[in-house]
């Protein structure tokens, strides 16, 4: 059975997500705050470090919204 276009569903089950800026720094023990990652400016970007070391950035990359329409959330 073919369904027409306009009665089908895409569900995306490999949408890239990124976690709260926040997730670890407001989560951790004292002791660990300056060692877990966390979102730093970079160039004019936010970015995840830890411990110095450069990760990527922090964003999803490209994302499609529900009327069909690409952007990127950087």
């Known amino acids: ?3 027409p276009l306009d009665q089908v569903r895409v569900i995306d089950t490999d949408t890239h997500l990124t ?3 926040d997730l670890w720094t407001s989560r951790a023990p ?3 705050k300056d060692r877990v990652p966390r ?3 970079v160039d004019g970007a936010a970015t995840w470090v830890v411990d110095g ?3 990527g950035r ?3 990359g490209g994302v499609i919204d529900r009327d ?3 952007g990127r959330s950087f």
């Open 1 to 3: 059975m073919t369904l």
């Open 19 to 21: 976690e709260r800026h």
């Open 30 to 32: 004292a002791k660990f």
């Open 39 to 41: 979102v730093e400016q």
């Open 53 to 55: 070391a450069v990760l």
């Open 58 to 60: 922090a964003g999803a």
């Open 68 to 70: 069909g329409v690409k």
